[in-house]
Nanobody, 120 residues
Framework: QVQLVESGGGLVRPGGSLRLSCEAS????????MSWVRQPPGKGLERVSF????????TTAESVQGRFIITRDNSKNTLYLQMNRLKPEDTAVYYC?????????????RGQGTQVIVSS
């Protein structure tokens, strides 16, 4: 059974940083691409960042380019999202999701999410 557990969210001031983690189990982590997606208050899910199973390919949404970095450690079955220079519009519930080879789809399994609030 696929299990994805996010952690690392919280309240941070604009300009601050957070590092999200996602521990995966129940499937061969190293054989799957992974994504971070988020859901801002009152809005739908949106892609944030994608990483291929080996980490060689990464894509990032234009809204977070240059600020967010996705990485993975296949030896620890863990996905990360380093978020820098956070803005109030980054406020959302962040989910990690197991993804297909070419990217995330809404039907892909994801965790319960971790809340990020950017506010002064």
């Amino acid at each position: 059974q696929v299990q994805l557990v996010e952690s690392g969210g919280g309240l941070v001031r604009p300009g601050g940083s957070l590092r999200l983690s996602c521990e995966a189990s129940g499937f061969p982590f190293e054989l799957y691409a992974m994504s971070w997606v988020r859901q801002p208050p009152g809005k739908g899910l949106e892609r944030v960042s994608f990483i291929s199973r080996g980490g060689a390919t990464r894509t990032t949404a234009e809204s977070v380019q240059g600020r967010f970095i996705i990485t993975r450690d296949n030896s620890k079955n863990t996905l990360y999202l380093q978020m820098n220079r956070l803005k109030p519009e980054d406020t959302a519930v962040y989910y990690c999701a197991r993804s297909g080879e070419f990217g995330w789809s809404p039907e892909d399994p994801r965790g319960q999410g971790t809340q990020v609030i950017v506010s002064s």
